[in-house]
């Protein structure tokens, strides 16, 4: 908890440092950041998942059962009348099976609740309604589940809570439960809590319960992970024991060693994949015989490779966890590709006699063969940023080495916000190298990038001075480094996967950190979300995700190049609109409020290239300007 103040205190103070950068003689250290309170765009659902649709009875009959072992981020719509919560893979440590709800300050679509940093109710997992009309006091009806502060995110302070409540017969909420916030300690896994439900108040037909938490409510901050709800008749307050075994989750993301997705180029070399461990836990207290985990790849819905290890001699004990090395066949091949395919890994475990929830036995993630080359697994649980004093040189990089001679031609970035700083107007410039020690550079953006938050992935193409687009060259097996300069000491705020860390192998370090002019491996032990798209892949017309303002606006500059005059015209919009205009380093030359058709007179500006930015209803666009004076 002390690092979460921490790291908040430092970036408020920064916030602050910034504001009075002239004023202060303020200096912090240069250091590695992550952002508490970071958010997200996650994937706008509304539509799209729907995974169950399962039409069910307005009243549900006992038992309740939900262990968020899907791949949906919407808790299954038969039993759960709404949320606002989101189900996951990645937030749990040792959950007791894949996929959790998880709790905090942001809405499902990750946007906060609040601007400012307003405290109060946020997030809410509400059932459907149940029939408990048929049942006495006498019948032991308890609700159970499993509960984790934390997680992989943020830790809920001790005013945050998670509560439980139930509604009565009256149509009143009745609080049953309250946990205050806390940090995990380190190997803290999920706890257990089974709530009785004995009062004639709840015995009736159209019972409901529901989670709330009580969180900061502008941003991704103070996390609470649920697992494993389940309501029925005939138990006790012991009972967690549930015939139950299920995966929890692959080691590494590294199947396509050390990617999580291949160009094709690089995959034509490849054709296969790689070593990789998954766990999985026992929650009953039988020792589970026989158990044979392994592992099986599909392409378009057909397998094509199947890897069942020996089965465990002495199966799983009671109440615990396991993990299985799968090590593929010596010489098995993938099969070849010529244009982009999505691999569906699934890890399993083979039992005689199925258990009490079978979905939970088998986990499927997807690896991509695509137009570009990724560490992060998709799924953001953090944000990562680089503090100290304004204007120093601070940079952070990949480091790749591929088998296949390739060149680069664009970079995909997912950036998260973080409350309190508008990183929208930190400068950026997207840079390569063939070594960092010494530096040897190949490639540096020629004008200013800025981050966008409407979407999950922003794509920036390599451009060259005359702003056209341009490639990297990369010979076969040769090392590369993609990352981020940034002159400012603002963290620009990039989303970070957490399941995977890129420099667990002291011997291989993929981050590198560049603080105060000495380039260094990178603390941060995770992978950020930066991915690097290359030139030979297929053109990928859309980027999996789906903006969260779909409708980008159009604007055009005219005249350009230009003297002094400039008109800037937002398509089918006659609303005023806020313009800044930059130059190569990324200082405003000049900025203001403009329309569609309505002159803007420039000030005196030297001849070249500018970068004219427009915001307009929540979005952001960039356009080149060149300044050309007689
Ligand atoms: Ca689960
Ligand atoms: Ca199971
Ligand atoms: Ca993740």
């Not at 149509?171 to 995990?184: A, C, M, P």
């Not at 010529?338 to 997807?366: G, R, V, W, Y």
């Not at 930066?530 to 030139?535: A, D, I, N, Q």
């Not at 409708?551 to 800044?580: A, D, G, H």
Request: glycine share 6%; net charge neutral.
């Amino acid at each position: 908890m002390m690092t979460v103040f921490f790291y908040i205190f430092v970036v408020m103070k920064l916030y602050l440092y910034f504001i009075l950068s002239f004023c202060s003689a303020l200096i912090y250290a240069q250091q590695e950041v992550k952002i508490q309170g970071a958010y997200f765009p996650l994937h706008d659902t509304d539509n799209i998942y729907c995974f169950t649709c399962k039409t069910t009875a307005d009243t549900l009959s006992l038992p309740f059962i939900d262990d968020f072992s899907y791949y949906s981020i919407i808790p299954d719509t038969s039993l759960w009348k709404s949320s606002s919560a989101h189900v996951n893979l990645g937030y749990g440590i040792n959950p007791p099976s894949f996929g959790v709800v998880t709790f905090n300050g942001c809405n499902r679509k990750g946007i906060p609740y609040s601007a400012t940093s307003a405290y109060g109710s946020a997030d809410t997992l509400l059932s459907k309604p149940i029939n408990l009309s048929t049942f006495t006091p006498s019948d032991n009806i308890y609700l159970s589940f499993f509960y984790q502060p934390q997680g992989l995110g943020d830790a809920p302070e001790l005013k945050d809570s998670l509560i439980v409540e139930f509604k009565n017969s009256s149509n009143q909420w009745k609080l049953q439960w309250v946990k205050k916030g806390s940090s995990l300690a380190t190997g803290q896994g999920f706890r257990f809590v089974a709530l009785p439900i004995t009062d004639t108040q709840f015995l009736y037909k159209g019972f409901q319960f529901r989670f709330r938490n009580f969180a900061s409510l502008h941003g991704d901050f103070d996390h609470w992970h649920i697992d494993y709800v389940y309501l029925n008749n005939n138990r006790n307050a012991q009972d967690s024991i549930i015939n139950d075994v299920s995966v929890q989750y692959p080691i590494t993301q590294h199947s396509f060693s050390p990617y999580s997705n291949l160009s094709l180029k690089e995959y034509q070399t490849r054709q296969k994949i790689d070593s990789t461990t998954f766990y999985f836990r026992n929650l009953s207290n039988n020792t589970i015989l026989p158990l044979c985990p392994g592992r099986r790849i599909s392409r378009y819905g057909t397998p094509i490779y199947t890897e069942v290890p020996p089965c465990l001699p002495t199966g799983l004990s009671p109440m615990s966890t396991d993990k299985q090395s799968l090590t593929p066949f010596l010489n098995y091949s993938l099969d070849s590709l010529t244009k982009p395919s999505t691999f569906k890994e699934t890890f399993f475990l083979n039992q005689t006699t199925p258990d009490f929830i079978p979905a939970n036995d088998s986990l499927q993630i997807s690896r991509e063969v695509s137009d570009y080359i990724s560490y992060d697994d998709g799924s953001a649980e953090s944000g990562y940023g680089i503090s100290g004093p304004n204007q120093g040189n601070y940079a952070f990089a990949y480091k790749y080495q591929l088998n296949a001679a390739d060149s680069i031609k664009a970079v995909r970035i997912g950036f998260s916000r973080h409350w309190g700083i508008d990183n929208s107007t930190l400068a950026f410039k997207i840079r390569i190298w063939s070594s960092l020690t010494p530096e040897v550079l190949l490639y540096e953006t020629p004008f200013s990038l800025f981050p966008d938050y409407s979407k999950t992935w922003i794509e920036y193409t390599l451009k060259g001075i005359t702003n056209n687009d341009t490639t990297i060259a990369i010979p076969a097996n040769g090392i590369v480094y993609v990352g981020i300069k940034q002159t400012s000491g603002i963290p620009l705020g990039i989303a970070s996967d957490m399941n995977t860390n890129v420099n667990k192998n002291p011997a291989d370090y993929r981050f590198w950190v560049n603080l105060t002019g000495t380039w260094e491996h990178s603390t941060w032990q995770g992978a950020i979300f930066l991915r690097t798209v290359m030139k030979s892949g297929p053109s990928v017309t859309s980027v999996p995700s789906k903006p969260l303002y779909p409708n980008r606006m159009n604007v055009t500059l005219f005249p350009n190049p230009t003297q002094n005059i400039l008109y800037i015209n937002v398509e089918n919009s006659m609303k005023p609109f806020l313009f800044s205009i930059f130059d190569l380093s990324g200082k405003m030359v000049h900025s203001g409020m403009s329309m569609s058709y309505q002159p803007v007179n420039l000030p005196n500006l030297l001849n070249g290239m500018y970068i004219v930015q427009v915001i307009h209803n929540q979005e952001k666009t960039q356009i080149p300007l060149v300044v050309s004076q007689p």
